[in-house]
Nanobody, 125 residues
Framework: QVQLVESGGGLVQAGGSLRLSCAAS????????MAWFRQAPGKEREFVAG????????YQEDSVKGRFTISRDNAKNTVYLQMNSLKPEDTAVYYC??????????????????WGQGTQVTVSS
C-alpha cells in the first residue's frame, strides 16, 4: 500500500502563491506517476497536473499552465505543486494521487489507485 499526505493549503488573496506538498510513504516503489487533482463545491474532481516518478514527464491542465508547476523530490518521496497568480476560481480541495500504471500520464480519476485526504485552498478576491 501507498500512503499520501498533503499539506500546504490555506487562505490566500487573489494574485498570491501557495505551495502544496504531498509526502508518499509505504510501498513507494509501486508508484509510476503522481498527480494533483482538485474538486470545487458542486463540481467533479478534475486533473490539475501530473508527473512521472522519475520526473521525466510533466503535464498541466490548460487553465493552470504558466501559473502552476509540479515537481518532485525523490529523496524525500515528495511531490510539490507551486501555485502562483492564484485566482478565486482556483478555490477547491486539492488532492494528491498516485498510480502504478505506466505509459502516458493519466488524467482520469479512475486511473489513480492511491489518494491523499485533501487540503483546502481558498483564494479570496
Amino acid at each position: 500500500q501507498v500512503q499520501l499526505v498533503e499539506s500546504g493549503g490555506g487562505l490566500v488573496q487573489a494574485g498570491g502563491s501557495l505551495r502544496l506538498s504531498c509526502a508518499a510513504s509505504g510501498r513507494t516503489f509501486y508508484i509510476y506517476a503522481m498527480a494533483w487533482f482538485r474538486q470545487a463545491p458542486g463540481k467533479e474532481r478534475e486533473f490539475v497536473a501530473g508527473i512521472t516518478w522519475g520526473g521525466s514527464s510533466t503535464y498541466q491542465e490548460d487553465s493552470v499552465k504558466g501559473r502552476f508547476t509540479i515537481s518532485r523530490d525523490n529523496a524525500k518521496n515528495t511531490v510539490y505543486l507551486q501555485m502562483n497568480s492564484l485566482k478565486p476560481e482556483d478555490t477547491a480541495v486539492y488532492y494528491c494521487a498516485a498510480t502504478p500504471r505506466g505509459g502516458p500520464l493519466k488524467q482520469a480519476v479512475g486511473s489513480y489507485a492511491y489518494w491523499g485526504q485533501g487540503t483546502q485552498v481558498t483564494v479570496s478576491s
